[in-house]
């Protein structure tokens, strides 16, 4: 191959990497300018790696699990914050009552979180952050005056990431809600319902700059392959079943559908739909396109595929999590948030040099005729950049 095609082939899996068909960059502009001056979370454990409970200080040394690599800073929002020069949203509990901390960002996230009523008292859902988050909007207004709050409010980046534990409470937790298993599209509708209602109760608070992040493919997670090895549950050749990707990518669909009418129907509202789903579909289809050796099995966790139990101890951790999508029984690793962080930041392709010296263990085992069409079933990821322009 020569030089010229490599290049070429480069380029190609940098535009295919994109997952955020937005760049981040552009849409909230750099670092340098300025324009975001705060970052306030709310999600799962997609978002918060189990600091953000009441007692959580007090316990945290009796705890086994280990979820997202044991570090919060591995997680995209931390990725986006880190890029716009933003200091990391620090969590609701830790929050000694000063206006600076609450001015800094606040990640009100917590592990398990759901959409849903929570199956357990110790798990908060997605109205129990709403209600934080709104009582720390209203702290600002009496701070900083109304005005005053309400321009920061509106340059602020609030970031949402629920549902991934929605779906494992109904398919991977042995669930017994056989209705709603039978009827996804009203389960879907129900989730997404929420969501677009707490999307529109942030915006008449004076949020405008809002990124909603979707569920990841949980039929392609080590559990849901330990699951699926146990049972007689249908898969597909990657590994993956079937049924709950489909369930998964239609709460998706839905919600990305209204996002995108939100959008349309409130210009000054600027709401980016991240499809982190079909981004690490990519990965699992192409795995050595990006580094990747081992797309089934947790680096860290117990039983086949480390799917039975999640991490007990950073001991038992693989010696190389880089070559793996899957952290633990529903996590990705940290070299996928990076890509997925990266990608999404940009936008568009990077200069080759970039490409080598940041993500060295990218190989190359595509031929240039099928770029294309990898390429495509990425295109329609996320909103488009004009969104971001003002």
Known sequence: MTSKEMAALLMGVMI????????????????????????YVLGDSTVDCGDNTLFYPLLRHN?????????????????????????????FYSQNGSIQGF?????????????????????????????????TLQLLQLQLGKENAYHFIQSSLFYLSFGKDDYIDLFLQNSSSIYLKRNGSKFAHILVGQMMNAIRNLYNAGAKKIVCVGVLPLGCTPRASWEMYNSSTGDDRRGCVDDINRHVLEFNTMLEQDIVQFNVELPDAHIVFCDVYRAIMEFIINPYVYGFEDVRSACCGLGRYGGMNGCISVDMACPQPSAHVWWDLYNPTPAVNSLLADSAWNG???????????????????????????????????????????
């Open 348 to 390: 568009q392709p990077w200069p080759i040099d970039h490409i080598i010296t940041t993500h060295p263990r990218i190989r190359i085992h595509m031929h240039l005729e099928n770029q294309k069409g990898v390429a495509d079933r990425l295109a329609a990821a996320c909103l488009p950049k004009s969104l971001f322009s003002h």
């Open 16 to 39: 295919i990497v994109a997952t955020c068909n937005v760049g981040i960059a552009e849409g909230f502009a750099t670092a340098s300018s300025s324009s975001v001056s705060a970052m």
């Open 63 to 91: 705890l086994s699990l280990l979820p997202c690599n044991g570090s919060d800073t591995t997680l995209l929002p931390h990725l986006f914050a880190k890029k716009l020069g933003l200091p990391y949203a620090s969590p």
């Open 103 to 135: 001015l800094s960002g606040v990640n009100f996230g917590a592990a398990e979180a759901t959409i849903m009523s929570p199956s357990s008292p110790n798990h908060q859902s997605l109205n129990q952050q709403l209600r934080q988050a709104f009582d």
